[in-house]
């Protein structure tokens, strides 16, 4: 059932309407104002350092989708989700740098855009062979074959064969202008920021419109119990490894995003602590909520950054520059605290806050 | 809770939030910015924060004497953790700031920001002295105070070479064997390998299989046993000091019986500390003189470390405050030739700066240090070590320079 309060007196009469995008014209001024900051507000006010944290933000929220997809939709714990993120990275640099590209299709911007697609077919399939053993096994042994993928994709096979292509040695780097979509060379922040916001809001527009389709009730069921979803005449096999090649796609497009923004990337990039990254982000932002996503991202990120920027304005003072040494650890401390603290008071996440945050203005004054 | 008073947590917490960024924004007249990036808490933070703190000292001092021409610094220094994501950002805040160059750390973050500080014009000194770094026709505006890695590698195979190979019992007999340890993942680790590799086949050695030891390891018996089978007369290990330490103590242990040569990042105090026996008879590459050596500027580099950070006991410290402060020297030198010359942009820094020095001395027990236009290796000496009987003794100095002096100028520059 939608959770969208609509004025009295009004009611669904159809499935269609019940599911529908934007129901109010309230929500639709909402989002249209939304749409309105991040297209023209934050690039005209942000400057590089405001709009390389929103790509940061941004690439979190892509790498996370598809662990939100996995484990807040599927119920499928996964633990190397990065190792898809760097199959993404490779196989569109990779592209780039070697495949021999017809001109015209360099001249028309056209080599990175198909990279990015190709990209998120291999890292979806490449995530679907790790997701077979999840016929098998689930729980505390799902997770160890997911950390696998990290393992095996990121530390053998990137390692020690795909980095050597082109005997560059560890570290690939794309020559200026070679990121190209249509007629704009992605080189500066601005650009990436726009890239990041048109991917971000097309994955989480097909994210959204999976899950309420006859897929997304099916995986749903899965995560809810998935004897009673096989006894219902679910795939459930068929279905978590689609999942796992959704996730792996959107994992894939994160990783050739990520190119753009840095235009370098070697193994280290994909470690495995960023897997657990990803995983600490759907926690805090809310399990099984796309809104979730997105706050966790903001949080993870903006969070980091806020208590750098406090710690630098106490650094000239005489106590500040101990407190500078010592305040390390407490950062690394206090986000670990933040982490259990969002477990034991609120498990559902920031996104539950923002649901009662937003039921008490639209019921106000008859909030109770 | 009231309306009201989350009313005023939420004016509290945005008005906190108004005045860090007005802060941070603001920048006095007669003051230079300068940006730093550590890592006190990631992957490297085992040598990182030594360094960290020297960098503040050394800034301290260059403050305490005059400043840039009577300009004081302002350094901005932050813990990035290693983590590449947040090394962007940070650049990113940096130029925000207007900082006119930067101290930054390490390989993967130095190298992936090469091309973007190439693009902004921003003079980027780093503790990572990848050869990667050293073309001015690719990386215009990367700098160090060191001799490079790939000069490192060449250096301590030649050293081992020239020294103890003619002490084997098979010198003579048959070619030497060396392997070579690191971390495949790395670029910091992984750097001179190609360097090092094309060193041992000049030298006429025969190659074992590279064994990929993890900057966590604290277990490479594996690695070790495969050793084993190839035998090997020497090992490099280009790794930080702990997986160096774990390297050598299982090498120790499993009587691998191969001598050890290792890159400055695992050659330091604490390695006889971490390692124990095992340490005994490693070489290391050290361009700069052990923390509190007699050399010139050592007394302030103590001082200073007793006066900023009491709180750490000074046997505690180590060669990293040392390379930390021969960077920060070079740089206020380059600052101080761009000031007179009337520019404190980026280009000027490089080109009426660092590009001027010619066997410029900073002390600190390190070599004349020179930058061209067509050459940013700073030192091409490599001055190798070894540990024996409790003490870090100068082993040998190879001048790459003096001793291949075609190929160093026209074939080993870049990589």
Redesign the interface.
């Known amino acids: 059932m939608s959770t969208t309060w609509l004025p009295c007196g009004k009611y669904h009469e159809t499935y269609t309407q019940d599911h529908a995008w934007w129901q109010t014209t309230f929500i639709r001024g909402k989002m249209i104002a939304l749409f309105a900051v991040l297209f023209v507000g934050i690039p005209l006010l942000a400057?590089?350092?405001g709009?390389?944290?929103c790509n940061?933000v941004g690439?979190t929220v892509l790498g996370a989708l598809g662990v939100q997809l996995l484990i807040g939709y599927c119920g499928q714990i996964t633990l190397g989700h990065a190792a898809f993120l760097a199959v993404g990275a490779y196989t569109s640099t990779l592209m780039i740098l070697e495949f021999p590209w017809p001109q015209a299709l360099l001249d028309w911007g056209l080599a990175y855009p198909i990279s990015i697609l190709v990209a998120a077919v291999v890292a979806g399939i490449w995530s679907v062979f790790f997701g077979l053993p999840s016929a098998k096994v689930k729980g505390f042994y799902l997770i160890l074959t997911t950390m696998a993928a990290q393992f095996i994709t990121?530390?053998f096979i990137?390692?020690?064969y795909v980095?050597q292509i082109g005997g560059r040695?560890?570290?690939f780097?794309l020559p200026?202008g070679t990121i190209k979509v249509g007629p704009w060379v992605i080189?500066s922040?601005l650009k990436v920021y726009f890239m990041m916001l048109v991917l971000s809001i097309f994955l989480i527009a097909v994210m959204v419109n999976l899950l309420r389709s006859r897929v997304g009730r099916a995986w749903v069921a899965i995560r809810d119990n998935d004897i009673s979803a096989s006894v219902m005449g679910i795939n459930v096999f068929g279905y978590k490894l689609l999942a796992f090649f959704v996730a792996g796609f959107i994992g894939g497009i994160a990783g050739a995003f990520w190119i753009s923004?840095?235009?370098?990337?070697?193994?280290?990039?994909f470690?495995w602590s960023w897997s657990l990254w990803l995983v600490g982000v759907i926690l805090i932002g809310g399990v099984g909520s796309i809104h979730g996503t997105v706050f966790g991202s903001i949080f993870m990120v903006v969070v980091?950054?806020?208590l750098?920027?406090?710690i630098?304005?106490f650094?000239d003072t005489s106590w500040g520059?101990?407190l500078?040494?010592d305040f390390?650890?407490i950062?690394?401390a206090a986000f670990g605290l933040v982490i259990c603290a969002f477990m034991i008071f609120e498990p559902n996440g920031i996104a539950y806050r923002w649901w009662q945050a937003k039921n008490y203005f639209n019921l106000w004054p008859f909030s109770y | 809770m009231s309306i009201q008073s989350r009313g005023t947590k939420a004016f509290a917490f945005l008005f906190a939030v108004a005045l860090i960024f007005g802060l941070s924004s603001w920048a006095g007249a007669a003051q230079i910015n300068i940006g730093a990036l550590n890592d006190m808490t990631g992957a490297t933070s085992d040598v990182g924060k030594d360094y960290a703190l020297g960098i503040a000292e050394a800034f301290h001092y260059i403050n305490d004497t005059g400043g840039i021409n009577g300009k004081q610094i302002k350094l901005y220094q932050f813990d990035y953790g290693y983590r590449i994501p947040e090394a962007l950002t940070k650049y990113k805040l940096f130029k925000r700031l207007k900082c006119v160059a930067i101290q930054g750390w390490g390989t993967g973050d130095t190298e992936a920001l090469a091309p973007t500080v190439a693009k902004d014009q921003i003079p980027y000194v780093s503790a990572s002295y990848s050869g990667h770094l050293t073309n001015p026709e690719k990386t215009p505006y990367n700098l160090f105070i060191s001799a490079d890695y790939s000069t490192q590698s060449r250096g301590l195979i030649t050293a081992w070479y020239d020294n103890k190979w003619p002490k084997k019992q098979d010198f003579g007999k048959r070619k030497p064997r060396i392997a070579m340890c690191y971390m495949f993942a790395s670029p910091f680790s992984s750097a001179s390998i190609k360097a090092a590799k094309d060193q041992a086949e000049m030298l006429g050695f025969e190659i074992g299989d590279d064994q990929d030891v993890s900057l966590f390891a604290i277990d490479t018996k594996s690695q070790i046993l495969a050793l084993k089978e190839f035998k090997p007369d020497v090992v490099l290990h280009t790794n930080t000091v702990m997986s160096v330490a774990a390297t050598l103590r299982d090498a120790y242990s499993l009587g691998l019986g191969a001598d050890h040569i290792i890159k400055n990042w695992g050659f330091d105090e604490n390695l006889p500390k971490l390692a124990g026996e095992a340490a005994e008879g490693a070489m290391g590459c050290a361009p700069w003189a052990f923390f509190g050596e007699d050399v010139p500027m050592m007394d302030k580099v103590v001082e200073y470390a007793k006066k900023y950070n009491p709180g750490v006991p000074l046997e505690k410290r180590t060669i990293h405050t040392v390379q930390a402060w021969a960077n920060v020297l070079g740089m206020a030198e380059a600052l101080k030739r761009a000031d007179a010359a009337g520019d404190l942009s980026g280009p000027s820094i490089l080109k009426n700066g660092f590009e001027t020095m010619r066997d410029f001395t900073i002390g600190l027990g390190v070599a004349p240090i020179t930058f061209t236009s067509e050459d940013h290796r700073a030192l091409s000496i490599a001055r190798v070590y070894e540990y024996t009987q409790g003490e870090f003794k100068l082993l040998d100095t190879v001048d790459l320079q003096k001793r291949w002096p075609e190929k160093y100028a026209n074939e080993w520059i870049g990589w």
């Open positions: 400057d590089d350092y709009l390389s944290i940061n690439y990121v530390d990137i390692t020690q980095s040695g560890q570290a780097s200026v080189d922040d923004n840095l235009a370098a990337i070697s193994p280290e990039h470690p980091i950054e806020a750098q920027l406090v630098m304005q650094v520059s101990r500078f040494m390390l650890f950062k690394e």
